[in-house]
């Protein structure tokens, strides 16, 4: 596995081909087999960025992805007693607004929430379509116009980040999104009986 770190503006990785082109087809077709509705994309009356795609993943599947997960554990040195790996796939909301302001999901501040010390996106799609603007855009502060690069949205890449007060991200799609954007993310964390967690997250081993 190639992780590549970056330094600017802040340290992330990526991994080009996280998943394998069969892999990511495989599970860009059972996200767009999900029955969803459009009153799934509210939360309190308010509508949400992300929407989870509640798949059955195939078990040679999961284990290959969790196999992949623990590699990269093993290369950030952050294994802790108590943690684990949670994960499964989202839909994003097509239309322009609202859009996913700079934010940092900063570990010390959402940690009580569930939220995890490592961050994964894996973005999924097909290759004969391009993917202008789709990626997660990278800011210096949690001003837009502190924008300073995009993680561009190639099927199968992953983007790896370890959570701080100076993490900001975000997304800003220049015009509505004309197919699926879905995603699969991970998260290495704790609490176990967070109603945060979704159950799909507790399968395996760990769970």
């Not at 590549?4 to 599970?27: A, C, E, R």
């Not at 015009?175 to 995603?183: P, Q, S, Y």
Request: proline share 7%.
């Amino acid at each position: 596995m190639n992780i590549i770190k970056h330094t600017g503006p802040w340290v992330h990785y990526t991994v080009p081909n996280f998943l394998s082109s069969d892999q990511v087809n495989q599970l860009f077709k059972l996200c767009e087999d999900f029955n969803w509705t459009d009153d799934m994309w509210f939360l309190n009356g308010d509508i949400q960025n992300q929407m989870p795609v509640r798949i059955n993943m195939p078990d040679n599947l999961h284990d290959a992805v969790q196999e992949k997960l623990d590699y990269i554990l093993e290369y950030l040195k952050m294994e802790t007693p108590g943690f684990f790996w949670g994960f499964s796939t989202t839909k994003s909301y097509p239309k322009v607004e609202p859009k996913l302001t700079p934010h940092s999901d900063n570990f010390k501040e959402l940690r009580k929430y569930g939220a995890g010390k490592i961050k994964m996106l894996v973005y999924l799609g097909d290759n004969s379509i391009p993917y202008p603007d789709w990626g997660t855009k990278l800011y210096a502060t949690d001003l837009e116009e502190s924008f300073v690069k995009e993680i561009e949205y190639v099927p199968g890449t992953a983007f790896i980040f370890v959570p701080t007060e100076k993490t900001y991200h975000g997304t800003d799609f220049v015009k509505e999104l004309k197919a699926n954007r879905f995603m699969l993310g991970a998260e290495y964390m704790e609490d176990r009986d967070s109603h945060h967690i979704l159950p799909e997250w507790r399968k395996g081993p760990n769970g």
